[in-house]
């Protein structure tokens, strides 16, 4: 499963002419400040260490404050996980916050499939809302998933083995994940600063 090689060079090539040193070009450096996503992955690694997980009511708020603050997630999506997050007993905080634990330090597919699990109870299991902390935990190893660029880039690239389904199921996130890991392998290193920056450059390249 890869993308097409051929289309991606030309948009490595099309990209590096508008913006030579890729992420490093000042352009870019100017648009990839209104996305925070340094200050946003110290944020997540301060706040979604194991020690930190042990404090289940602030672990909670500072999910809710890092999707709240990512550019990454629509803005219709932020309240209704603030709002899911307050209503949740304590049972069920300690089962999110536990979900996300896994994800992070664990096992990572029962954690993903958990959380899956308990954001269905309030109608939130959207691929931004599962995979934003992750990819902003592990920037250069987890994706983020944003369902319109997902599509596009299996379109265009012409990925025939993976097909996308609005409900997040592990098997479409490790197929997407290892899809982008290893396409950014084939390119310039200054096109994946983060896997944030290199799905960036895709989608600029799709435009």
Not at 32 to 61: C, P, Y
Not at 189 to 202: H, K, M, Y
């Given at each position: 499963m890869a993308l097409n090689k051929q289309k991606l060079k030309l948009a490595e090539a099309h990209f590096l002419q508008c913006y030579p040193g890729g992420f490093a070009n000042p352009e870019m450096q100017a648009i990839?400040?209104?996305?925070?996503?340094?200050?946003?992955?110290?944020?997540?690694?301060?706040?979604?260490?194991?020690?930190?997980?042990?404090?289940?009511?602030?672990?909670?708020?500072n999910m809710v404050k890092?999707?709240?603050?990512?550019?990454?997630?629509?803005?219709?999506?932020?309240?209704?996980?603030?709002?899911?997050?307050?209503?949740?007993?304590?049972g069920d905080r300690e089962f999110m916050v536990k979900s996300l634990e896994q994800m992070l330090h664990g096992q990572q597919q029962a954690g993903f499939e958990a959380m899956v699990d308990i954001l269905q109870t309030g109608k939130l299991a959207k691929w931004s809302i599962l995979t934003?902390?992750?990819?902003?935990?592990?920037?250069?190893?987890?994706?983020?998933?944003?369902?319109?660029?997902?599509k596009n880039v299996i379109r265009h690239f012409e990925v025939e083995e993976l097909f996308y389904k609005p409900l997040p199921s592990w098997s479409f996130y490790t197929g997407y994940r290892d899809?982008?890991?290893?396409?950014?392998?084939?390119?310039?290193?200054?096109?994946?600063?983060?896997?944030?920056?290199?799905?960036?450059?895709?989608?600029?390249?799709?435009?």
């Open positions: 990839g400040k209104k996305h925070r996503v340094d200050k946003m992955t110290v944020l997540a690694q301060e706040s979604f260490s194991e020690i930190a997980l042990g404090n289940i009511n602030v672990s909670a708020e890092v999707v709240s603050r990512s550019s990454m997630v629509s803005m219709f999506e932020k309240p209704k996980f603030r709002d899911f997050v307050g209503c949740l007993n304590t934003i902390i992750p990819a902003y935990f592990s920037p250069t190893v987890d994706v983020f998933v944003k369902p319109t660029t997902a899809l982008i890991n290893s396409a950014k392998r084939q390119v310039d290193s200054g096109l994946s600063p983060s896997n944030a920056a290199f799905s960036g450059f895709l989608m600029i390249s799709m435009g």
